[in-house]
Each structure stands twice: as C-alpha cells, then as structure tokens.
C-alpha cells in the first residue's frame, strides 16, 4: 500500500507546465510587407485626392476673388443670403480637412460639393 501512495504522490507533484512543450515554428501574426504596401498605396491616394481637391479650392478661390473685385468696383455688395452662403462655405471647408481623402467615395463627394459651390458662385456675376 505504501508504494501505491508513493506512485500517486509522484504523479500528482508534476507540474503539467515545467516540461518544454514543441508547438512547430513560430508564426509571424502580421504580414508587415503586406502592411506596408497598403498605406503606401493608402498615401499614395491620400496624396493624389487631396492634390485634386486643393486644385478645385484653388479655382473657387480665384472665382472668389474675380467675384469680389467686381463687386467692389461696381458698388455692388453681396445680400445677406450671399453672405450666410460664403460663412456656410466656409465652415464645411474647415470640416473637410479632417476627412479621409484616401478614399475614394469620400474625394468624389467633396468634388462634387465643391462643383454645386462653384456653380453657385457663377450666378453671382
């Protein structure tokens, strides 16, 4: 009975962790090449998008100013609606800046908001 005990108690004091387990080669959990080519392209994008978009503010910019020349030299000031117009312009302009320009849909959106401000814009001549 006495060696029955002993064979227990050597089962039982062994600790399932202190033996090295081989689990195979080690796995890398993230692809980072993989990574690093999509936000290459993501800037890529970004850059190209937001390049785009400056151009068009450019040009609204410079209507602008065309706009506002004319209307100096003619007396002609903006109506109240014009001006509420211009400070909303404004104001989504600020908004946009912090949008992700990487993205297609996103880009497309704001051009097409820009070509409405724009063609708004000309009616005011």
């Given at each position: 009975m006495v060696v029955f005990i002993g064979v227990i108690y050597s089962v039982n004091s062994?600790?399932?962790?202190?033996?090295p387990r081989n689990y195979g080669n080690y796995i890398q959990?993230?692809?980072?090449?993989?990574?690093?080519?999509?936000?290459?392209?993501?800037q890529s994008n970004y850059s190209r998008n937001i390049k785009i978009v400056r151009n068009?503010?450019?040009?609204?910019?410079?209507?602008l100013s065309k706009l506002i020349e004319i209307r100096k030299r003619n007396k002609k000031p903006f109506s109240k609606g014009q001006i509420e117009y211009l400070e909303n312009y404004y104001r989504n302009l600020k908004k946009i800046e912090t949008w992700d320009f990487s993205s297609r849909t996103n880009t497309q959106n704001v051009l097409n908001w820009l070509e409405k401000i724009e063609n708004e814009f000309y009616k005011w001549f």
């Open positions: 062994q600790n399932a962790y202190s033996q959990p993230y692809d980072f090449g993989l990574l690093e080519r999509a936000l290459q392209m993501k068009k503010v450019n040009q609204i910019d410079k209507l």
